[in-house]
């Protein structure tokens, strides 16, 4: 897990690669937070982390990554999908995958929002290994309210992964077993993150400048 302090951010910008995104074409972004480059190596070494608890959870059941039925993969949708896609293609196991969609509700607070399941969870855990995967813990609700559900299924093995991890106050403190990067409690898009439906596509993380964003 790499740590990213506010400290860093100059040097992200000033020596950002050849081939990264002007940030003229998004004026709207302040600066990068996360590079092309970086994610590309950490999504690397998270399906690495992935792959071997994978297959110390296999070996006690008496399977293999290459056994069928054993291994789902479930992403959160949207926010998630560009950073799955990425994963998955470095997991040589033998998986599936089961796509659900939270919505969080807001409130007046951190401690007033919610979540709650747009789509249905796949129903056939039981007995399986299950890696979840969030794009980014900020209140934990998320999480949180994915993990419960499945548990009553009974799975084999449980773990939660995220790509950012947000230094934020947590509504429910969620335990993730893979991290991708630490970052500030900043508004982030790019990498399949949005702000109201857009800069998804961007390939880094990036902050918005504040003026882009209306005040509530």
Known sequence: MQILQTKDFTL???RRPPDALPLTMFPEIERTL???????????EMAQEIVRDL???????????LDEDRVIIIPIMTGAMIFVADLIRELPVKLSLGLTSVRSYPG?????????LESDLPDNLEGKHVVVLDDILDSGQT???????ILKQKPASLRLGVMLDKQTTRTIDVKVDYTG?????????????????YYRNH??????????I???
């Open 55 to 65: 297959e110390e959870d296999l070996a006690k059941d008496g399977d293999s990554r």
């Open 214 to 216: 209306p005040k509530r």
């Open 181 to 197: 990067f630490e970052i500030p409690d900043e508004f982030v898009v790019g990498y399949g993150l949005d702000y109201d439906g």
């Open 143 to 149: 999480l949180a309210l994915v993990k419960a559900i």
């Open 203 to 212: 390939p880094e993380i990036v902050i918005l400048n504040q003026d882009a």
């Open 34 to 44: 996360v590079t092309k480059q970086q994610i590309a190596t950490r999504v690397k």
């Open 12 to 14: 992200f910008v000033t």
């Open 108 to 116: 007046a607070s951190i401690s007033s929002k919610g979540a709650h």
